[in-house]
C-alpha cells in the first residue's frame, strides 16, 4: 500500500468517513484505489486489510 487518505464526510444525522486506499493488482501490477464511506471508527481496520 502507497499512500491513504482520509476525508470526513458529514451527513444529517451521522458522521460518515470516505477512505481511498491504492491497492497493487496482483495479475497486472498496477495500483488501483478502492474507495469506501464507513463510519470513522472503522476506518482504521479498512486500511490495515
Known amino acids: ?4 487518505t482520509v476525508a470526513t464526510l458529514q451527513s444529517s444525522s451521522k458522521r460518515l468517513t470516505k477512505a481511498i486506499k ?7 501490477g498496477a495500483y488501483t ?3 469506501s464511506v464507513m463510519p ?10
Not at 1 to 4: G, R
Not at 22 to 28: D, E, F, G, L
Request: charged share 35%; hydrophobic share 40%; glycine share 0%.
Open 22 to 28: 491504492m491497492v497493487k493488482s496482483p495479475k497486472s
Open 1 to 4: 500500500m502507497a499512500k491513504k
Open 40 to 49: 470513522p471508527e472503522m476506518v482504521n481496520d479498512w486500511l490495515n486489510k
Open 33 to 35: 484505489f478502492v474507495e
